[in-house]
């Protein structure tokens, strides 16, 4: 079956550097990615949607500058935090659709960010 | 009010018991009706998913959905111990942007 990636599974960061994660849909090709976050025993909230080839767009709330997003290939979309603080610590998991319906969107297995 | 509401407290059930779960939600745009099962430190696997109001099943889960109301609901017979899990439900328009309920944290106890 369809299966996503996302790179690094886990990452420690001072606060105040940048943090990158990559995810990929590893047997088919994404025109559209979500980016999702996670805090401890709450809902994934959608941050942002990512589009191959064009900006991305994103949620409410959600600042732009903080958190960008590159959609550079239909496999690949990367998220990257910069200048982390600890309230940024979180589990993201982003997923991709493979064409339309509820049962084809895909999640990676997340990535969980500590920023100390 | 939030699109998607889901009383997000734990639940522990004994092994063999029934787990009932539910949401409830605001828009009437949504067209597909999900759940989704999420260990630990993991990303979300689809359970079950619908789009009408009525049941299905598939196993010892059953996905119930009433659009009258607004409100869905998952049950787990036989409820075993690998069953322990997060559910989060979860609601899409048909551009697939979901927006997940908070989730419950369900411990069966063998």
């Known amino acids: 079956g369809a299966v996503v990636s996302q790179h690094p599974s886990w990452v420690i960061c001072k606060s105040g550097t940048s943090v990158k994660i990559e995810c990929r849909s590893l047997?088919?090709?994404?025109?559209?990615m979500f980016w999702y976050r996670q805090f401890p025993k709450q809902s994934l909230m959608l941050m942002a949607t990512?589009?191959?080839?064009?900006?991305?767009?994103?949620e409410q709330g959600v600042e732009k500058d903080k958190f960008l997003i590159n959609h550079a290939s239909l496999t690949l979309s990367t998220l990257t935090v910069t200048s982390a603080h600890p309230e940024d610590s979180s589990f993201y998991i982003c997923?991709?659709?493979?064409?339309?319906?509820?049962?084809?969107?895909?999640f990676g297995p997340g990535t969980r960010l500590t920023v100390l | 009010q939030k699109e998607v509401e889901q009383d997000p407290g734990p639940l522990s059930v004994p092994e063999g018991a029934i787990v009932s779960l539910n949401c409830t939600y605001s828009?009437?745009?949504?067209?597909?009706f999900m759940w989704y099962r999420q260990y630990s430190r993991k990303g979300p696997e689809l359970l079950m998913y619908?789009?009408?109001?009525g049941n299905k099943e598939d196993g010892r889960f059953t996905a119930q959905v009433d659009k009258s109301s607004k409100y869905i609901s998952l049950f787990i017979r036989d409820s075993q111990p690998s069953d322990s899990a997060t559910y989060l439900c979860?609601?899409?328009?048909?551009?697939?942007?979901?927006?997940f309920g908070k989730g419950n944290q369900v411990v069966v106890i063998p």
């Open positions: 997923s991709a659709p493979r064409g339309q319906g509820a049962d084809t969107q895909y």
């Open positions: 047997d088919f090709q994404a025109t559209t």
């Open positions: 990512s589009n191959e080839g064009s900006k991305a767009t994103y």
């Open positions: 828009n009437s745009a949504f067209q597909y």
């Open positions: 619908t789009y009408s109001s």
């Open positions: 979860a609601m899409m328009k048909g551009n697939n942007r979901l927006a």
